[in-house]
């Protein structure tokens, strides 16, 4: 059973591609050096080749293939087909495009624009200036890298200036979290390695990391931890005083999540879920997701006991499925507020336990209709 929607930057079912299995592919950033690399030896050689070797952030080299080229007297372009694997990614099939144009005179010098359908960082907190293009620093100096070793002695005299561009990337980026950072205008280019690996968590963790810094140089008073849409839109209309970027969907990532809002200087943080990843987040696991780790039935029993169900109702709850077959127990004999306080109880311990004593902590119980079953503070935990 799925306890909320899935977190926003959900992954795109466009365009299509054959039953998931096991194969890796590359970020942004990799195909955007692939594209410039290709673009920068028709500047130096008069021809842009149909494939390029690229050298990738973790010392890897690949041979990429060449979608497209166009020259003029002045520039070279070279397209690169982003091919995510089998990761679901809504940047599958984006067209990373590289224009190369020679700096006569320039000896030495690597200049890197952002052009069409690639965002501009509008916010600190980013690790980037505000008004630079959303080109993250290690695809930066990996593109940067990988202009130098096409140019070779040719860099002696001259330099060249590479804009990079993602056609369709601001219809793209909606559907990711860079508006809330305030990266405006289209995609970020990413890749601490230059491979992605199916359902990989790193890029997700990563992004959540980056919205609470960002929150955090903000200065936000309160950040919200949602487990995805749906638990966000019912925390935004208790809260909607909140700007947006106060809200963060950590999906099952809340090791993560808490990580950073402990490294962070924010006074109060609110975790909002739904009963079933509740019960997880009190067991202290670091992803809630049903593949990382069960549901303890044991310790649900053992909340509605606590909540005051009946005998019957904690053996089948301690027998069940699922924490909702257990709400729906407890529903039955009025008691379902009372069984989400008890988890949101044990919620809250867990938290506490991973954050700084100065922060103040609440946990949010919600039902699937934006009901709030419970409500907690550190200071009802006891």
């Known amino acids: 059973m799925i306890d909320d929607d899935p977190p926003s930057p959900a992954p795109s079912s466009s365009p299509a591609r054959p039953r998931r299995g096991g194969r890796s592919g590359f970020t942004t950033g ?5 594209a410039a690399r290709a673009a920068a030896l028709g500047v130096i050689q008069g021809r842009i080749p149909e494939s390029v070797e690229t050298l990738l952030p973790n010392g890897q080299t690949v041979i990429f293939a060449v979608a497209e080229s166009t020259r003029s007297e002045a520039w070279s372009e070279a397209v690169v087909i982003k091919d995510a694997g089998d990761d679901p990614d809504c ?5 990373m495009t590289a224009r190369v144009r020679p700096l006569p005179g320039a000896a030495g010098e690597i200049r890197l624009e952002g052009g069409e359908g690639v965002g501009r960082v509008t916010r600190p907190g980013l690790g980037l200036p505000v008004g630079l293009a959303a080109i993250n620093p290690v695809p930066r100096s990996n593109i940067a890298d990988n202009l130098r070793a096409a140019a070779g002695a040719w860099l002696d005299a001259h330099g060249l200036e590479a804009t990079l561009s993602i056609p369709g990337g601001e219809a793209l980026a909606r559907k990711t979290l860079n508006p809330r950072l305030g990266i405006v205008g289209g995609l970020s280019i990413l890749g601490t390695s230059g491979i992605v690996h199916p359902y990989s968590t790193a890029a997700y963790k990563a992004a959540v990391r980056q919205s609470i810094e960002a929150a955090a140089a903000l200065g936000v008073e309160t950040l919200v931890l949602t487990t995805g849409r749906r638990t966000e839109r019912f925390a935004m209309a208790r809260l909607p005083e909140l700007p947006e970027y106060c809200f963060i969907q950590m999906g099952d990532f809340i090791g993560a999540a808490l990580a950073s809002v402990a490294a962070a200087v924010i006074p109060r943080v609110v975790v909002a879920a739904m009963p079933g990843k509740l019960a997880k987040i009190g067991q202290g696991l670091d992803n809630t997701h049903a593949r990382k780790g069960a549901v303890d039935l ?14 019957e109702t904690v053996r089948q709850a301690g027998e069940g499925v699922t924490v909702r077959h257990a709400v729906d127990l407890l529903a039955e004999q009025g008691l379902r507020e009372a069984f989400a306080a008890e988890l949101a109880q044990r919620a809250l311990a867990a938290v506490k336990k991973r954050l700084p004593p100065s922060l103040h902590v609440e946990i949010w119980a919600f039902d699937f209709e934006g009901t709030l079953l419970a409500s ?6 006891g």
Request: charged share 20%.
């Open 376 to 381: 907690l503070t550190e200071w009802d935990h």
């Open 298 to 311: 044991a310790a649900v029993a053992e909340a509605a006991s606590r909540a005051g169900g009946g005998e």
């Open 30 to 34: 990799a195909c955007a050096a692939a």
């Open 91 to 95: 940047t599958h099939g984006a067209r």
